[in-house]
T-cell receptor, first 114, second 112 residues
Framework: AQSVTQLDSQVPVFEEAPVELRCNYS??????LFWYVQYPNQGLQLLLK????STLVKGINGFEAEFNKSQTSFHLRKPSVHISDTAEYFC????????????WGLGTSLAVNP | DADVTQTPRNRITKTGKRIMLECSQT?????MYWYRQDPGLGLRLIYY???????NKGEISDGYSVSRQAQAKFSLSLESAIPNQTALYFC???????????FGPGTRLTVT
């Protein structure tokens, strides 16, 4: 069965510092990988996704993630964060078959401090 | 206008009451989902529907039921609400073959 582990439940960081949010997954089949962001009092929106091709994926708001098949990881990075990046970030995985349900990590709360 | 809408956005109800949460979408997607979000527990799938005639239980369906009235509408019911159903509820849609899901703004439900 597939599973997703977000290795940090909370990540505090100062404004303009770099940040990495870590995500590991387990699956015996080909997968699609996603990062979603949830701003306070809002729904979730897609930040970026990996379906195939280049392992470095660029998303909205300056975020990027790298798919590492050998380490079964999909870590999210941003070189310089802003106060407005304060949010909950969710990693998700789906199989590449017909089901395509998303399996979700528990989320990482990113707090950007001035 | 938003592609995925949920009504109501906030609801306070009493234990034992029946309540319905509604979701509508204009994206034309066949697949729709209901999730609940609790602090520290992430998103948990309650029910999902791959089309109007295909409805499936998720990981936490006990105490909930759903109705897929049309491709665009998917309702979640709590037949007899209990306090531990207090949570944030999200509706989402997706369009195969992609897995990407599109979320509504959420309904904050409080059961007293």
């Amino acid at each position: 069965a597939q599973s997703v582990t977000q290795l940090d439940s909370q990540v505090p960081v100062f404004e303009e510092a770099p940040v990495e949010l870590r995500c590991n997954y387990s699956s015996s089949v080909s997968v699609y990988l996603f990062w979603y962001v949830q701003y306070p009092n809002q729904g979730l929106q897609l930040l970026l996704k990996y379906l195939s091709g280049s392992t470095l994926v660029k998303g909205i708001n300056g975020f990027e993630a790298e798919f590492n098949k050998s380490q079964t990881s999909f870590h999210l990075r941003k070189p310089s964060v802003h106060i407005s990046d304060t949010a909950e970030y969710f990693c998700a995985v789906s199989d590449a078959g017909n089901n395509r349900k998303l399996i979700w990590g528990l989320g990482t709360s990113l707090a950007v401090n001035p | 206008d938003a592609d995925v809408t949920q009504t109501p956005r906030n609801r306070i109800t009493k234990t034992g009451k029946r309540i319905m949460l509604e979701c509508s979408q204009t994206k034309g997607h066949d697949r729709m989902y209901w999730y609940r979000q609790d602090p520290g527990l992430g998103l948990r799938l309650i029910y999902y529907s791959f089309d109007v005639k295909d409805i499936n239980k998720g990981e936490i369906s006990d105490g909930y039921s759903v109705s897929r009235q049309a491709q665009a509408k998917f309702s979640l019911s709590l037949e007899s609400a209990i306090p531990n159903q207090t949570a944030l509820y999200f509706c989402a849609t997706s369009d195969p073959p992609l897995s990407e899901q599109y979320f509504g703004p959420g309904t904050r439900l409080t059961v007293t």
